[in-house]
C-alpha cells in the first residue's frame, strides 16, 4: 500500500444536516454571533429589528417568543400553513442585520477572503410539538437573560416578548422574579 503524500489535504467532509421540515410547523431557534464576545445585537437593536421586519413582510411568519441578548437570540416562529422554509427567513434576517452594520460603519471580522463574517453559520432549530413543548419553549426564552447573568428578574431585561406577554395577560407582571426576602423567614 502507498502512503499518500503529506501535503495533501483529505478531502473535506460533508456535513448535511437533517432539518425535521413541518409546513406551518412551530419551531424554537438558537442562533448566535461568530463572536460570543460581541454585542452587536443588543447594541444594534433597531437593526435587528429591521431585519426581522423586512424578513417578515417579504415572507410572512408569526413571532411566538422571543429574547434578544449581546451575542445570541432565542426565538419562537409559527410558520404560515402549508409553508415550512424557515431558513431562507434566518438567511434573510442575516442578511439585511450585517448589510444594515456595514453601511452603519460597524467593524466585523473577516473570515477570508469570502468576505466579513458576523454570525455562526449554522443556527439550533427544534420543532415544537405540542402545547406542553411550546409552554416550557417560551419559558426558557424568557428566562434565558436571568440565566445568564444580565438581569436578576426577567422584566428587566428589555428585549423580550415577556413584555408583549404581559401587556396580552398572558402572564402577570412579576412572572418569575425572585421572592421578596424581606418577607420570608421570622418577623
Not at 160 to 178: E, K, N, T, V
Request: charged share 25%; glycine share 4%.
Amino acid at each position: 500500500m502507498r502512503d499518500q503524500p503529506r501535503n495533501k489535504k483529505a478531502p473535506a467532509t460533508v456535513v448535511r444536516y437533517r432539518r425535521n421540515l413541518v409546513p406551518g410547523g412551530c419551531y424554537f431557534f438558537t442562533v448566535a454571533l461568530a463572536d460570543r464576545r460581541a454585542s452587536h445585537l443588543t447594541t444594534h437593536i433597531d437593526a435587528l429589528r429591521d431585519a426581522v421586519r423586512t424578513a417578515r413582510t417579504e415572507r410572512r411568519f408569526e413571532i411566538d417568543a422571543m429574547v434578544i441578548l449581546p451575542d445570541h437570540l432565542h426565538a419562537m416562529f409559527t410558520l404560515p400553513e402549508g409553508v415550512a422554509d424557515f431558513a431562507h427567513r434566518w438567511r434573510r434576517i442575516k442578511a439585511v442585520f450585517t448589510q444594515r452594520l456595514i453601511k452603519d460603519g460597524v467593524a466585523l471580522a473577516t473570515r477570508d477572503i469570502s468576505g466579513r463574517v458576523l454570525w455562526q453559520r449554522r443556527f439550533l432549530e427544534h420543532t415544537i410539538r405540542d402545547a406542553a413543548d411550546h409552554a416550557r419553549h417560551v419559558e426558557y426564552i424568557h428566562i434565558n437573560p436571568v440565566k445568564h447573568g444580565l438581569v436578576t428578574r426577567p422584566t428587566d431585561w428589555p428585549h423580550s416578548s415577556l413584555h408583549r406577554y404581559i401587556r396580552q395577560g398572558i402572564c402577570p407582571p412579576d412572572w418569575a422574579a425572585p421572592p421578596n426576602k424581606e418577607n420570608l423567614g421570622e418577623p
